[in-house]
């Protein structure tokens, strides 16, 4: 085992991560369900392919972090910073997403499925072909762009409830 592939595919559901330096490490396959780690900064992670579900990750850092395919159920990111984050194909069913900052954010093929964006950073992110079935946009800023990733039922409630940038 690569000293780089230590912490991929393990069970770190009772882990206590606090005085962990999580910073670019490669957690990919993991099982991260109900983990906190709020308040931390994370960039360059690989968090693909984790169970992520009930987690909190409020208030973190996620800079440039690979989450492709992640099971983020009811996750906790808000206010968390994911710019150029890559969530290609997440399920973030009921996820609490309020004033997170998801700026070039890809999101394409993502569940959302009753997440609340509520005051999100929205400019630049790609929800092409992403599922957004009862989701909250109250207050969410976002740019023509991430407008033109949207379809046309999603785009009249972002427009109704979220501030064009």
């Not at 991560?17 to 993991?30: K, N, T």
């Amino acid at each position: 085992m690569k000293p780089a592939d230590f912490f991929r595919k393990r069970n770190f559901t009772k882990v206590d991560f606090e005085f962990e330096d999580l910073i670019g490490r490669d957690l990919s396959d993991s099982n991260l369900s109900g983990v906190t780690l709020k308040n931390r900064d994370i960039h360059h992670a690989d968090l693909s392919c984790c169970d992520l579900s009930d987690a909190d990750l409020s208030d973190t850092i996620l800079f440039y972090v690979k989450m492709r395919g992640s099971d983020m159920r009811q996750i906790n990111l808000s206010n968390a910073k994911l710019w150029d984050a890559e969530l290609y194909g997440a399920i973030l069913h009921n996820a609490n997403l309020k004033s997170t900052d998801l700026f070039y954010s890809d999101l394409r093929t993502a569940d959302l499925t009753n997440a609340n964006l509520s005051g999100a950073n929205l400019r630049h992110a790609n929800f092409d072909g992403a599922i957004m079935d009862s989701i909250i946009f109250d207050g969410a800023n976002y740019d023509l762009y991430t407008l033109n990733t949207v379809s046309d039922e999603v785009k009249s409630l972002l427009k109704k409830e979220g501030n064009l940038w």
